[in-house]
């Protein structure tokens, strides 16, 4: 039995990934769950909505790679964000512009409108594999490691090593920045209020005097800024590549519906709880057991309950078995 | 102060609100009556701009304002308050009423970043004058109670204290007695009497509680249909061989006709 190489196993293996992508997610479940709460309808847009925004990190970075610019240890990208922020930004509003606001002068039915973001969605996606390509680009520059696995089992002399890749390390620290302000933003400030003024009850915020345009316009700038970071950091993470943002779509929403459609609190827990599960279950337990148990009991199988392949269908059961039996999630959102 | 020109409202084919056309004095504190479904708060509503109407004419002051969006109406002065009492229910009593004055330093999204001295001896302004409402309304103990948890009645003295946040022209509320105990509706009536006396609000009340009508409102308007049948003093309503007739069948016509024989 040896406690400390399984608990090095666990954090290298289960915790420290399922940290940074629970970030990721939470960043993007944040989003989702703000249009919910002010634009009445779910943003099948939003998986799209990211990687269009980190495209335009991507292309900012090459460029400022190309002038010689560079964070020494730190992914150049990180400052090309407000670039990748402000692109999302304007496309974002021009869709509201020309799309959404049409369909809110109508007060349609949100069905109507999730359709419609399922319209805005291919139109995303055709404009980011027309301009980037579909295919994998790699974007990451500056060192790799915070702490390598190597480093590590020197400094500790343990069996097992403990990896710290920099893209997790800058993933947490960014979303802990990123959802105190949003936090602040909307506890504090006046117009973060009137937002939420707005999603509490839109009739008495009209007749309070809130100008439901300009509470409309601060909502996406927002989610045109948290789609822009959480796609970068997953992009620096894992890798670019359009489908993948799609697919994220998924464990997502999973969270922003676990936590409570329109509840910000919701969407970080969610998001967590989405990236534990999936990192748990589809991981191969065999190695932190057998660092546990005394060896007559070693597992000889993987004891993988999932393999990696299936990993979507984690969050697809998560998300059937909470609408089936608390549809309106952890903290209490909105019913869907 | 308002004139309201043969207003139509049609959900459908159904006439919820079928050629009305009423004044309200400046200054006054008018009562619209009238049974279940007459068209009251279909007719708050448009003049309020929450729905546009069908056909009709809605002037303030003289100025056309039929159709403007609710919160465009507000800035002019014109509030109103829901059959339903709505509340914030994510924040304090306190906070809901220092949402409503428009026009905040802190909407802008620079002053938030820069100027948040500025911000906040604005806010400790405001706060104060929320204060100053609660106390007026008597429900000062509830500032930092999440609104979600008041009762049905202090939801509506939170209602009338919204109006108060800022310098209202008129204020439309929709019954105001509506599941609200009688001390509370006494509490009520001298706050709806004291901001006509000493701030000069005009209201519109809807409301089925008689007494409370015949307390505190002159002229009385009474609806049947989508349609204006009768105005004056709650007497002379009662009185009105028509009014008696959309009653019929209802307490209004029996007290009625008791208080003609007396
Ligand atoms: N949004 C709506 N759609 C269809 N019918 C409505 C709507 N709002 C009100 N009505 C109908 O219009 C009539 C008048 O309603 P309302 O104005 O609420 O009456 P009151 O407030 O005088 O009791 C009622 O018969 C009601 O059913
Ligand atoms: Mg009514």
Redesign the interface.
């Known amino acids: 039995m040896d406690f400390l190489n399984a608990l090095v196993a666990l954090s290298n293996f289960v915790i420290v990934p399922a940290v940074a992508y629970g970030s990721q997610l939470a960043l993007g479940a944040l989003g989702v769950t703000l249009i919910y709460g002010i634009l009445r309808f779910s943003n099948f847009a939003h998986g799209d909505t990211m990687a269009f925004g980190t495209m335009g990190v991507i292309l900012a970075t090459w460029w400022l790679q190309g002038l010689g610019v560079s964070l020494g240890p730190l992914p150049t990208a990180l400052l090309a964000l407000p670039a990748g922020i402000a692109i999302c930004a304007a496309l974002v509003l021009a869709t509201d512009r020309v799309v959404y606001r049409f369909y809110r002068a109508q007060r349609v039915k949100p069905v109507i409108l999730v359709i419609v973001s399922m319209g805005v969605m291919f139109v995303y996606n055709g404009l980011t594999r027309f301009v980037i390509g579909p295919g994998d680009q790699s974007f990451g520059d500056g060192s790799r490691f915070v702490i390598s696995a190597l480093d590590f089992r020197a400094m500790t002399g343990l069996q097992e090593g403990l990896a710290i890749r920099t893209s997790q390390a800058i993933t947490l620290v960014t979303a802990i920045v990123v959802v105190a302000i949003l936090f602040w933003?909307l506890n504090r400030?006046?117009?973060g209020?009137?937002m939420?003024?707005y999603?509490?009850?839109e009739?008495?915020?009209?007749?309070?005097?809130?100008?439901?345009e300009?509470v409309v316009l601060?909502t996406w700038l927002i989610v045109a800024a948290l789609a822009t970071v959480a796609g970068t950091l997953y992009g620096l993470d894992k890798s670019f590549k359009p489908f993948t943002y799609f697919q994220l779509l998924l464990p997502i929403f999973a969270s922003a519906i676990v936590g409570g459609l329109g509840s910000p609190v919701g969407a970080i827990a969610g998001g967590f709880i989405i990236a534990f599960s999936e990192v748990t279950i589809t991981y191969a337990w065999k190695k932190v057991l057998g660092h546990l148990l005394p060896e007559s009991l070693e597992p000889d199988g993987l004891v993988q309950l999932l393999a990696v392949d299936y990993k979507f269908a984690v969050s697809f059961v998560i998300l059937v078995v909470v609408l089936l039996i608390r549809p309106t999630g952890l903290f209490r959102g909105k019913a869907v | 102060m308002i004139e309201v020109h043969d207003l139509h409202k049609h959900f459908g084919g159904f006439h919820a609100v079928d050629g009305a056309s009423l004044r309200i004095a400046p200054g006054s504190i008018t009562g619209l009556i009238g049974p279940n479904g007459a068209g009251k708060s279909t007719l708050f509503n448009v003049i309020?701009g929450?729905l546009p109407p069908t056909s009709g004419r809605v002037t303030m002051a003289g100025e056309d304002i039929t159709g403007l969006?609710?919160?465009a109406l507000?800035?002019k002065g014109l509030?109103?308050t829901?059959q339903i009492a709505?509340?914030?229910?994510?924040?304090t009593v306190l906070?809901n009423l220092?949402?409503?004055p428009?026009g905040?330093?802190?909407?802008s999204?620079w002053t938030?970043w820069v100027a948040r001295g500025r911000?906040r001896r604005e806010e400790a302004e405001i706060a104060a004058r929320a204060h100053e409402v609660l106390e007026f309304l008597t429900i000062d103990h509830l500032a930092d109670e999440k609104a979600a948890n008041l009762s049905g009645g202090q939801k509506k003295l939170l209602e009338l204290g919204?109006t108060m946040m800022?310098d209202a022209k008129i204020v439309f509320l929709d019954e105001v007695g509506a599941g609200v105990n009688r001390t509370l509706l006494n509490t009520i009536a001298d706050a709806i009497q004291r901001l006509n006396a000493e701030r000069g609000y005009t209201f519109v009340v809807i409301e089925h509680d008689m007494d409370f009508i015949g307390r505190i409102c002159d002229p009385v308007i009474c609806m049947a249909e989508g349609k204006v049948l009768a105005e004056g003093t709650l007497d002379e309503i009662k009185a009105d061989e028509r009014v008696i007739e959309a009653y019929l069948g209802t307490g209004l016509k029996n007290k009625a006709k008791t208080e003609a024989e007396a």
């Open positions: 933003f400030t006046r117009t209020k009137s939420r003024a999603s509490d009850n009739d008495l915020a009209l007749l309070s005097g809130i100008n439901p300009r601060v | 309020a929450v969006p609710p919160h507000f800035h509030l109103r829901f709505h509340e914030f229910h994510s924040m906070e220092m949402m409503v428009g905040q330093a802190g909407e999204l938030t911000i919204r800022v």
